[in-house]
Antibody
Framework: EVQILETGGGLVKPGGSLRLSCATSGFNFNDYFMNWVRQAPGKGLEWVAQIRNKNYNYATYYAESLEGRVTISRDDSKSSVYLQVSSLRAEDTAIYYC???????????WGPGTMVTVSS | DIVLTQSPALAVSLGQRATISCKTNQNVDYYGNSYMHWYQQKPGQQPKLLIYLASNLASGIPARFSGRGSGTDFTLTIDPVEADDTATYYCQQSRNLPNTFGAGTKLELK
């Protein structure tokens, strides 16, 4: 059974940084691209970042609105993916979901999400 | 970026058909596949994949759900609607990065 679990959310002051973690199990992590998607309170879904697997040289891609402030990374030995977010702003307040990217290019499994609140 | 447009809300009676539309400003077809997908999100839960590549039912999803379309026009149909289907439905394209989502259609019961 595929399992995805995000951790690391919390209350952060504007300008601060946060590192979100996503632990996975139940599938061969090395084979898959992984993504982060976020959802501000009461709003829709926004793709944040993608990291490809070793076969694609761990290439990374970011939403333009966040580029320069986020870094996605992975540790295949731990079946985990991470999202470092810096210079946090109030508008970064959201649930951050870790998602698996299926071979036919869609998000087939989602974690329950971790809430990030940016407030002074 | 590819923009996806959905109607904000839809009210349907139990047992009737619900049709949710999603229109894109660019073609999302590529080598015979339409890179359009549908997700259901209930309050307090993560999104769940319903339909992938426009018309393929995801694992464990009831056959009451179906998708169709190509190019720039897509629909998600629920027939018949059950009480448990009240949720927000999102379309998403993966033809080009950045992946983009529609704003969501909230399905309510009359």
């Amino acid at each position: 059974e595929v399992q995805i679990l995000e951790t690391g959310g919390g209350l952060v002051k504007p300008g601060g940084s946060l590192r979100l973690s996503c632990a996975t199990s139940g599938f061969n992590f090395n084979d898959y691209f992984m993504n982060w998607v976020r959802q501000a309170p009461g709003k829709g879904l926004e793709w944040v970042a993608q990291i490809r697997n070793k076969n694609y040289n761990y290439a990374t891609y970011y939403a333009e609105s966040l580029e320069g402030r986020v870094t996605i990374s992975r540790d295949d030995s731990k079946s985990s993916v991470y999202l470092q977010v810096s210079s946090l702003r109030a508008e970064d307040t959201a649930i951050y979901y870790c998602t698996r990217w299926a071979r036919d290019w869609y998000f087939d499994f989602w974690g329950p999400g971790t809430m990030v609140t940016v407030s002074s | 970026d590819i923009v996806l447009t959905q109607s904000p809300a839809l009210a349907v009676s139990l047992g009737q058909r619900a049709t949710i539309s999603c229109k894109t400003n660019q073609n999302v077809d590529y080598y015979g596949n339409s890179y359009m997908h549908w997700y259901q999100q209930k309050p307090g839960q993560q999104p769940k994949l319903l339909i992938y590549l426009a018309s393929n039912l995801a694992s464990g999803i009831p056959a009451r759900f179906s998708g169709r379309g190509s190019g720039t026009d897509f629909t998600l149909t629920i027939d018949p609607v059950e009480a448990d289907d009240t949720a927000t439905y999102y379309c998403q394209q993966s033809r080009n990065l950045p992946n983009t989502f529609g704003a969501g259609t909230k399905l309510e019961l009359k």
